[in-house]
Nanobody, 121 residues
Framework: VQLQASGGGLVQAGGSLSVSCAASGRTFTLYRMGWFRQAPGKEREFVAAISWSGGITNYADSVKGRFTISKDNAKNTVYLQMRRLKPEDTAVYFC???????????????WGQGTKVTVSS
């Protein structure tokens, strides 16, 4: 499985931005996809996850109500729509995919390259 993330960029606080992640290869084995982020000097943290069917989602408390994860099944692409962005959302965002049949595990087998999101105050 290969994951290609895109999007990201610079946005002012309060603004919106979207990142996407296209999956290819043996995608039929996947159950879930997720987004993580890593801010400078901090550990990587979970942001959101979605089941491969798109019917189940899970969010970190810090982004709940502001971020929306969605999936285009025809394109095998997962999106993370980010609204009301804060400077503390600044990080490199990574997409991930896994075959485990749960959204609660933070262990993922496949990772894409990161895409940088910078929120200016």
């Amino acid at each position: 499985v290969q994951l290609q993330a895109s999007g990201g960029g610079l946005v002012q606080a309060g603004g919106s931005l979207s990142v996407s992640c296209a999956a290819s290869g043996r995608t039929f084995t996947l159950y879930r996809m997720g987004w993580f982020r890593q801010a400078p000097g901090k550990e990587r943290e979970f942001v959101a996850a979605i089941s491969w069917s798109g019917g189940i989602t899970n969010y970190a408390d810090s982004v709940k109500g502001r971020f929306t994860i969605s999936k285009d099944n025809a394109k095998n692409t997962v999106y993370l729509q980010m609204r009301r962005l804060k400077p503390e959302d600044t990080a490199v965002y990574f997409c991930a995919a896994d075959t485990a049949r749960t959204l609660l595990s933070l262990e993922y087998d496949y990772w894409g390259q990161g895409t940088k999101v910078t929120v200016s105050s």
